[in-house]
T-cell receptor
Framework: DAGVIQSPRHEVTEMGQEVTLRCKPISGHNSLFWYRQTMMRGLELLIYFNNNVPIDDSGMPEDRFSAKMPNASFSTLKIQPSEPRDSAVYFC????????????FGPGTRLLVL | AQTVTQSQPEMSVQEAETVTLSCTYDTSESDYYLFWYKQPPSRQMILVIRQEAYKQQNATENRFSVNFQKAAKSFSLKISDSQLGDAAMYFCAYRKHNNNDMRFGAGTRLTVKP
């Protein structure tokens, strides 16, 4: 099993630009999560999907952030426009209901907004 | 609200020795899950061990074991025969049963001295 796949692994962009982060969950998993990790705030859940449907987006910082899951094997997290305070590591995780719903994390995308 | 507290920002252990990382949590629920994740310098979040609250027996995974004290809301991780590869950030996490919102502690940075 390839595990959760995220791309890109590193992203450097300028303030105001659009950033799109991508995630492919583990095959067969029906829940997908987006987290953000910063030194100041630690790991925060941004949004999660169950069977491709957004269930809880209360962690999404503001309207500049949006996430989609068009099918069971792909999700995107978009930031538009990006700001320096968005600089963080963004993790995608997936789980399967029935396996005690353990979440398996991808390698993360390190985002730097200049 | 559920919160997870890791009171040790940093810990150090000699190679081959045993170290215990502390974690406490706050909840009014009776059914939930607890996790320890390891984050090495690569930033990958790796599941170390998982405990179901309804199980009285402490979970064990090779050199890793937990001391789960439900009444005290304590969930410590014991690493036996520490190895250099165990050096990482360790995060304790809580998730309520039938709820995908997982809460993480601030983490403990473990250093292993040769």
């Amino acid at each position: 099993d390839a595990g959760v796949i995220q791309s890109p692994r590193h992203e450097v962009t300028e303030m105001g630009q659009e950033v799109t982060l991508r995630c492919k969950p583990i095959s067969g998993h029906n829940s997908l999560f987006w987290y953000r990790q910063t030194m100041m705030r630690g790991l925060e859940l941004l949004i999660y999907f169950n069977n491709n449907v957004p269930i809880d987006d209360s962690g999404m910082p503001e309207d500049r952030f949006s996430a989609k899951m068009p099918n069971a094997s792909f999700s995107t997290l978009k930031i538009q426009p990006s700001e320096p305070r968005d600089s963080a590591v963004y993790f995608c995780a997936s789980s399967f209901s029935g396996n005690q719903e353990t979440q398996y994390f991808g390698p993360g995308t390190r985002l730097l907004v200049l | 609200a559920q919160t997870v507290t890791q009171s040790q920002p940093e810990m150090s252990v000699q190679e081959a020795e045993t170290v215990t990382l502390s974690c406490t949590y706050d909840t009014s629920e009776s059914d939930y899950y607890l996790f320890w994740y390891k984050q090495p310098p690569s930033r990958q979040m790796i599941l170390v061990i998982r405990q179901e609250a309804y199980k009285q027996q402490n979970a064990t995974e090779n050199r890793f074991s937990v001391n789960f004290q439900k009444a005290a809301k304590s969930f410590s991780l014991k690493i036996s025969d520490s190895q250099l590869g165990d050096a990482a950030m360790y995060f304790c996490a809580y998730r309520k049963h039938n709820n995908n919102d997982m809460r993480f502690g601030a983490g403990t940075r473990l250093t292993v001295k040769p």
